[in-house]
């Protein structure tokens, strides 16, 4: 397979990927009577049963090959790109609220690229310094008008404002730690994609339903009336997202992990933004204003000059491939000539001594 189609390929994965993870910023908007620990719990508990019914065919096969290494890896994973992420994120949005936290996590695409560039497969900082300033100017863009007004608005203490900063710095940190090292626990495991995400989905289910049961105990939430016809859309939706959005996506994703350089994998998390837009106006049965859609322009035109730069790579690298074998298929060649002549002087030799 080139490097070219494999490009092709692995940006058809991380789309997937960022459509399934999209949508799951709808659930809370769809159960707005069910706290995001609650939703969190539920998801990655049902992560962990559907992945749990898919090991069990391929126990026999996949116990073997899983190392101490691997188990460590997977809830490192599990606890900062699942768990701890939507912890921090959400006292943010407590304490400071969406804009600001979602401005801050949106920063994900650049630090990325940034704390990756020294992997295989990267660009100088200087290649990507123009398209992820359109990125950075897109997502302030995006989250300008919002900011605006909760700024405006007040109503929160310097320490308070300044702790859930953090947090939201916190996050974006997860994020993007779990971007880079998903990427590079995945090459080095014995596993592909889909065995990978099943493992994934064992180790955050375990330790979502341990956390859960200490939550509970801990601090018992005071009872709520939700009528039974509610619950049984909660439990049908966090399946959805355990099935569609855990599992699936996280299959697309590690997919396109193999085959993108992770630099690049950490600027394309960017479209789960303006697939949760997409399904946002879908939602609200708008269009988005020109705030907005100068915002996607702005991010859509320095993801697509990154891919040009990522794909000039590419073809040089292509280009410069098949020189080595040629070499060493002229060599051979020279080879065969060399000893096809010696095979016939000794033939000429020994005819002259006959005579």
Known sequence: MS????????LVFALAACGLWGAIYMVPTLLPEFSPLQITFARFGLYGVVALCIFAPRAARLRPRIRRVDLLRLAWLALVGNIAYFAVAATAVQWVGVPVTSLIVGLVPVLVP??????AGSLPLRHLAMPLLLIVLGI?????QALGQALSAGGTGGTRYAGGVFMAVLALLAWSRYAIDNNRFLRDSSFNGSEWSTLWGLV???LS????????WLAPAATQQIPPARWQT????????????SWLGNLAWNAASVRLPVSLMGQLVVFETL???????????RLPDWTECLAMALILTGIGWSLKRFAQVARDAEALAPAPAAASTGLAMALRHIRRGSFRLRQLAGLRRHA
């Open 140 to 144: 302030v863009t995006i989250n300008s």
């Open 204 to 206: 955050v289910g375990v």
């Open 275 to 285: 697939f949760t837009l997409l399904y946002h106006f879908a939602w609200e049965r």
């Open 209 to 216: 339903l341990v956390l859960a049961a200490l939550w509970w």
């Open 114 to 119: 940034l704390m990756a560039r020294h992997t």
């Open 3 to 10: 490097s070219r189609s494999s490009m092709a390929q692995g």
């Open 234 to 245: 909660f439990w049908l939706l966090c399946l959805g997202m355990a099935i569609f959005c």
